[in-house]
Each structure stands twice: as C-alpha cells, then as structure tokens.
C-alpha cells in the first residue's frame, strides 16, 4: 500500500512538472553582484553610493529586454536607479508618503481614484528623468529634491470595483493627471493559506 | 536450593521473553500532497488537494533491525475561499481522511474548518495571520480545535518572487483541542519550509516541521517532513 501511494504521488509531481511546457512570457528579477552592474552606471553613482546603507544591485528581464536597479537608502530616502542594459540612466525613483504629496497633485489623483468604489494608496515614488538633462544632473535633482525636466509619480493602489478588488501599478504626471496603470499580479498564496 | 534454581529459570525465561519484544521507534513522518488552486470568480477561488502521511520507523528485535514504513492516512480536501479585499480572506473547508488505510475501511476522519486569513507585508516579507475553526469528527471521538498560525515567507532573489527562483517560509502555530472523549490539549507547530517557484503555476516546496503535543501536560514532540506541489489552474 506504502509503495503505491508513494509511486501514485511521485507521478501527480511528474503530472504536475508537464505543465513547465507551458511557455508564458516572465517578468524577472535577480539579485546579483556589484561586479554585474556596468561599469558606467557605477561611475554615476559614485559619491552617492559611498555615502548610502543597504545598497543592493538588481537584473530585471522581461522577454528579451534587460535592465538594472541599484537601490539604496540615503538621508533616509529609499531611492531606485534604474539604467537600460548598456548602463544608461533611465530614471531614478524615491520613495516618498502619498500624504506629504501638494494638496493640488493629490486632489488630481485622489479625482482620478474616485472613479472606483473604496481605494487605497499602498505605495507612492517620485520618478525623475530626462531626455535632454544630463543623467548626473537628474540624480542630483532626484537627490536634492529639485524639479527636473520630467517627474511623475508612480503608486501602487488598490482598487475596489463592484466587490472585486484589482491592485494597480500607475502612472501620474507632475500635476497628479493620470498617464497609465498595469495590473499587479501578488505573490500566489496557496501555500501560506492552506 | 529448589528455590534458586526456580528464581534463576524464572529470570531466564523472563529475559528471553523481553529479548523477543519488538522495540519500534520512529525516525520521521512523511507527509505528502498535491494542491490545485482555482479561480472560480475574481473574488472566489477554490483549492483541492490529496495527501498521504507515512511513518517511517524502525522495528529492532533481538536478532535483527528493520527499517519499514507504514501509511498511516490518505485523505482528500477542498476549500473554498472569498477574498473581502486584498488583505482578507475567510474559507470554508471540508477534509475526509481515510485513517488505517491497510485495515480497511473502518476509520475514517471528517473535518469541516472555517477560517480567516490576513495578509500583511514588511518590505519583501510577507506575513499571514491565519485564524482556524475545526470541526473533527471520527469514528469514536468529536473534537473541537482552534488554531492560529502566524507565517512569513519572502523571495531568495531580489524583491518579487519570480519563476525560477527559491522562497523560504517560516511559520508557527498554536493549537487548543478539546476532545470529548479525552483531556483538552495544547500543541505547538513550528515549520521551515524552503520552495521554488517553476512557472507561476507551478511551485514545489518542502519542510521541517516541529510538532510539540500536549506540551501543558505528558509532552511528545515529532518530526515531520513535509513536501508539496502547488498547481494553479488559472
């Protein structure tokens, strides 16, 4: 009997690992060395990083585009870098709390929210980049909290419609006009739950 | 000197009889399952998963030592389970398990659970409060159990967990049983679980769990191995 429920179960595992063949295009991300991150990225962040705490260096792929995140906490600000896969800066990202934000920006985004039967704003960041700006001058920007060429805010919020609640990654201009949002897909929980 | 020579038989007899008696101890317990997770609307999802516990021990007697495993259930369960919003979920469960599968049909197991689950995160560390009402019902005894368990899991590398990459989750439980037929007890359950995520259908884990029973009164404690698959269907 022992042996055959084992062998039973041993083959519901082997049932179970077909579904790999499945392909579905993934979003990734890696945690990896300083030494992976290019060299110019590196360069450009030279003086914050030697002043910041729990600096931690990232690889994001998705399908066949590559990038990398440098995150780090300075002055107490939790900030992202975000550089293409040649190491060009593409913004640099800083945590901040959606209730500091000016009353006008939140009453955009909060008009924006409206829409939806109950709301939440679990995360904002402010994003700064520029197509015409130097990439050490948007950091300094982004560091000193000066206006650079463009900045958007970037919230995670959680929306309820009808009864069904769908959690959202999206895009605000400097003003708090909405741009774009993309579903956020949680972490499965059928292991923790059960 | 009649007396003597009886006394010395007797102990003789006495110590080949003992040296007969089976000694079996238990080295692990093996618990095994597969779960299926489905979307049912965008609010209810249901779980189906089967599993085994085997008992793994070994037999000594004065000649020899075995080592033998012995099923000790097989059983069946479905959830259901309604998400109030992105933090809370409340299930309804049903168990049915197949106790002494090589006796027969005879002992079986029913049990209906209510549940509330809340999620919380701490940066990348996802923490699950999970509250537990059971019903147990079987063949000679009803029960009431009343669990908690508070876990935490995070990804191995970087911030989400995506496919391909190890997770590790911790947990501890305390439950209270009040059996009719026996005293209440207390019991404690702590786990370490490593996992993979294959694909997002498809992760494997495994764990160590502690189990430390009675432990307000004539205490056993158990290892158990547990491993899983998790197949979601959407």
């Known amino acids: 009997m022992i042996i055959k429920t084992t062998l039973l179960w041993l083959v519901s595992i082997c049932f179970s690992f077909s579904l790999l063949a499945q392909g579905k295009k993934m979003e990734r991300e890696k945690r990896i060395r300083k030494e992976e991150i290019p060299a110019v990225a590196l360069t450009l962040l030279n003086n914050p990083l030697g002043k910041a705490r729990k600096v931690k260096y990232f690889l994001e792929t998705d399908g066949d585009n590559k990038s990398f995140e440098i995150k780090f906490l300075l002055h107490r600000n939790q900030y992202s870098v975000e550089f293409d896969s040649e190491g060009r800066l593409e913004d640099v990202e800083v945590l901040i709390s959606f209730g500091k934000l000016n009353k006008d920006i939140r009453k955009n985004v909060t008009d924006h929210l409206g829409q939806y039967d109950n709301f939440k704003v679990k995360k904002t960041q402010k994003q700064f980049s520029s197509q015409s700006q130097t990439a050490e001058e948007v950091i300094k920007m982004a560091l000193e909290d000066l206006p650079a060429e463009t900045v958007r805010y970037e919230m995670i919020v959680e929306t309820k419609a009808g009864s069904t609640w769908t959690t959202y990654e999206m895009l605000f201009d400097d003003q708090g006009n909405f741009i774009s949002q993309k579903e956020v897909i949680g972490r499965l929980e059928d292991n923790i739950l059960y | ?234």
């Open chain 2, 1 to 234: 000197m009649r007396f003597f020579i009886t006394l010395i038989l007797c102990l003789c007899i006495a110590q080949e009889a003992l040296s007969q008696t089976e000694t079996i101890k238990t080295r692990f317990v093996w618990e095994g399952g597969t779960a299926l997770n489905y979307k049912v609307t965008d609010n209810w999802s249901f779980n189906t998963s089967i599993g085994k516990r085997s008992v793994w021990s070994t037999v000594e007697t004065n000649s020899n030592e075995e080592f033998e495993g012995e099923l000790a259930f097989l059983e069946f369960d479905h959830f259901a389970t309604y998400r109030f919003n992105p933090s809370t979920r409340g299930s309804l469960g049903y168990k049915y398990r197949w106790r002494d599968p090589s006796e027969g049909f005879g002992e079986y197991e029913h049990r209906i659970t209510q549940q509330l689950a809340h999620t919380h995160f701490k940066e990348i560390i996802r923490l699950v409060s999970r509250l537990r009402l059971e019903q147990r019902i079987r063949n000679e005894s009803f029960a009431m159990r009343y669990r908690y368990r508070l876990s935490a899991d995070l990804p191995l590398s970087g911030e989400t967990l995506d496919a391909r990459e190890f997770y590790l989750v911790g947990s501890n439980e305390i439950l209270f049983e009040a059996v009719d037929v026996e005293e209440d007890t207390w019991e404690s359950r702590t786990s370490g679980s490593i996992g993979y995520l294959f694909n997002p259908d498809l992760k494997l884990e495994m764990s160590l769990t502690y189990r430390l029973e009675n432990f307000t009164g004539s205490t056993e404690d158990f290892l158990f191995i547990n491993t899983g698959v998790f197949i979601n269907l959407n």
